[in-house]
Structure formats: structure tokens, C-alpha cells
């Protein structure tokens, strides 16, 4: 029996023989025969020391702040695993995320060869406790990574954060070789598009030649970084092809890729997802191609990189369950949710005292080049 059938439509389906099906359909039954998408994965894990770290929440209006220990947040890591890893009927799966893969170096940036003296103690300790607890309830492991950190992880030949069960976002100002050191050890790299980029960039496409899995990701949101896939690719695209001075490289099937089946792929979720094929869990998005910014109805894959935006998805299939129809979010109250979030950010800007950086700065209006705003800058030490 078939519970959903998709028709009249192109099926971009991602498989292994990439088929673009004009006039295509798609047959769900159960939850299962096609996919599309990377599903829900909670990333948990300990921040860099020294330790004790201070940790702060607001309890009944009150800022809280209590000192804990690596161990503590390790177990409340572990906690979150135990909880969560497989729940939803395995919608969800939780990994240990320590904050980098290596702690002794700059946490958010790329550091010179000259700086890289070797994994320290604690390098090699964070290293084997995670290795443990992704052992123990054999699970993945996602973390950020740098230039510099791929050099010293390797060093640890018994718990290095590298590997095919390892998802390294990021990889901006890594080396050659430590490029070489992620394709050999199947390491999955994911990058964002974005000013990062420009002062150190993911080599990706010398990842790509090497081998190595890379996707395209988005790094969290605010005005100048949405979380629309199909802007990150865009971007990315550009990024690269301005660093390499080569508009051919990153074709728009490989961009396609990059944010479909490489995705999964890098979650270690493609047997489940990323394509869609029979046997695969019914995550199916379709894409509303009758508008003007979308026409003519021709190279359909260069449409939807090139074009499309997230506003154009017109249907939302999850486990074969229809979640969105038409744009209308069937599963929850789309308009109350919205309406409870802008009013907690209203809230926590306030709490903040931040209200006066909502409204543009002195040099928003008719200036080619934004300065420093001294007139409501904070000074960050008192």
C-alpha cells in the first residue's frame, strides 16, 4: 500500500547515478522509500579549560552562576547522550562535542606553524574521555576545528579526534598537509560561508580532490547569516571561486551535493539519508517552480542552487508525514511560537542591556566604511 505519492514534478533524487527524473514521481510507504535532508542531531559536549569553568543561567529573573568541574560536564554530556540518542523514534541522534579538538591553541582561529609545540596533557586527556563516552554508547563525534589543530590531534595515535566517526566544522587556515592528514583518515570536514573565510579559508576543493567528504553548513543566525541552505551555497560558491580566481570550480551538482548526500554523509546518516532512493526514510522537500524568479522551468538543479531561496519550499515530508503543506506548518502553532520568540528576545536584549545596538550606529547612513560608534560602545573591561 503507498501512503504518499508524489507527481507532476521534476524528482531530483541525489542517488548514486544523480538522476534528474522529468515528470517524476515518488511512492512513500511507512516512512520509508525516499529521503532528502540531514535530520535533528543534538551536539553536547565540554568548552575549553582552565577549569573550573563559571556557568550562568536566569533562574526566576536572576543571573545564577555556579563553578564546575571538565568531569561534571562531561557527565552532564553523557546525561544529554543517554537521554536523547535515538529518541523520537531515532528523529534524534546526540553526539559528544568537545568545543575544539584540541585546547591549547586558539580556540577560534587558525595558529602558526612557529606556536604548535605539541599536544599537551590535557589535549591528550579531553581526546581520550571523549573517545570513551563515543565509545561507550557508540556514537559520533563533532567538534570545531582550526589551522594548526589537525597537526598536534594526529600526534595522539591512540585517541586522535580524527576519523570516519568524526565531523570537524570549520578547518579554516588548515595546511596542505593537514588536508591531507583529513582525506587519509576520512576525517568529514563541514564549512560556512562567510567574512572568515576571507581571512582564512577551508581549502575545500583541494579537500574534494583529495577524497575527503565536504559539506556546506550555515554557523548559527543573525542579520548577515541566515540559516538558507540555498544562500549558503551560493556564497560558498563564490567564496572559493574569488579565492582561486576560477569561476569553474564548485559546479552547481557538487554544490547539490554538498548540502544533500555529502551532508549525511558527514553525519554518518547516508545510509538513512541525503537521496532520494527506495529503502531510505521519506524526508522529501518539494520546491514551488511556477514563479517568475524560477522560470523557465529548464536546468532544473542550476534553478534550485542559483535561484531558489527557503521561502520556495512548498511541502515538508518527514517519516512520510506530511509536516508542511503549502507553506502552513501543520505540526505546531507557527504564528504563537514566532510571536513567543520575539517577545523573549525583546526580553533578553533588555536584560542585556543591549536595546541602544538594535538601532543603527553613527556610521550606518552615507558612509562607505563603518567605524567604531564611540558614542555607545561599552569599554569590555572596567
Known amino acids: 500500500m503507498i501512503d504518499v505519492l508524489l507527481v507532476n514534478g521534476v524528482v531530483i ?123 561507550k554508547y557508540d556514537t559520533r563525534i563533532h567538534s570545531d576545528a582550526f589551522g594548526g589543530m589537525i597537526h598536534l590531534a594526529v600526534q595522539d595515535k591512540e585517541y586522535a579526534l580524527l576519523g570516519p566517526d568524526v565531523h570537524l566544522q570549520h578547518c579554516r587556515g588548515i595546511s596542505f598537509d593537514e588536508a591531507k592528514i583529513l582525506a587519509e583518515t576520512g576525517t568529514n570536514v563541514s564549512a560556512s560561508p562567510g567574512f572568515g573565510q576571507i581571512n582564512a579559508w577551508t581549502p575545500i576543493t583541494e579537500l574534494l580532490e583529495m577524497g575527503a567528504t565536504v559539506a556546506i553548513t550555515t554557523d548559527g543566525t543573525s542579520p548577515m547569516t541566515p540559516f538558507d541552505m540555498f544562500q549558503a551555497m551560493r556564497r560558498m560558491q563564490l567564496l572559493q571561486q574569488a579565492a582561486l580566481r576560477d569561476y569553474f570550480y564548485l559546479p552547481p551538482g557538487k554544490l547539490l551535493e554538498m548540502v544533500t548526500i555529502d551532508a549525511a554523509r558527514c553525519v554518518g546518516w547516508d545510509d538513512e539519508l541525503g537521496s532520494l532512493e527506495a529503502g531510505k526514510k521519506a524526508d522529501v522537500i518539494t520546491v514551488n517552480m511556477q514563479q517568475a524568479h524560477l522560470t523557465p522551468e529548464t536546468m532544473h ?82
Not at 579549560?49 to 571538565?70: A, I, L, M, N, Q
Not at 534524534?92 to 604548535?116: C, E, M
Not at 525583546?346 to 536584560?351: D, F, L, Y
Open 13 to 135: 533524487t541525489m542517488d548514486k547515478d544523480r538522476r534528474v527524473i522529468a515528470d517524476g514521481a515518488v511512492a512513500i510507504d511507512d516512512g520509508r522509500i525516499v529521503e532528502v535532508g540531514v535530520r535533528e542531531i543534538v551536539c553536547t559536549g565540554p568548552c575549553n579549560p582552565p577549569w573550573p569553568h563559571p556557568f550562568s543561567r536566569w533562574v526566576d529573573g536572576k543571573k545564577v552562576t555556579k563553578e564546575v568541574t571538565y568531569e561534571e560536564v562531561l557527565a552532564g554530556a553523557e546525561a544529554v547522550i543517554e537521554a536523547l540518542h535515538h529518541a523520537n523514534s531515532d528523529r534524534t541522534r546526540a553526539y559528544i562535542t568537545p568545543f575544539v579538538i584540541v585546547t591549547s591553541i586558539n580556540p577560534s582561529a587558525p595558529t602558526q606553524a612557529d606556536q604548535l609545540f605539541g599536544p599537551t596533557d590535557f589535549d591528550r586527556y579531553q581526546a581520550r574521555k571523549i573517545r570513551e563516552i563515543a565509545r
Open 301 to 382: 538543479v542550476q534553478r534550485l542552487v542559483y535561484q531558489a531561496v527557503g521561502g520556495d519550499v512548498n511541502h515538508v515530508i518527514v517519516d512520510g508525514q506530511l509536516v508542511m503543506d503549502q507553506r502552513q506548518v501543520l505540526t505546531v502553532d507557527e504564528q504563537r511560537i514566532l510571536t513567543e520568540a520575539n517577545e523573549e528576545a525583546a526580553r533578553t536584549i533588555a536584560r542585556a542591556g543591549l536595546a541602544a545596538y538594535m538601532q543603527p550606529g553613527k556610521y550606518f547612513w552615507g558612509h562607505a566604511r563603518a567605524y567604531l560608534d564611540e558614542g555607545r560602545a561599552r569599554p569590555l573591561f572596567s
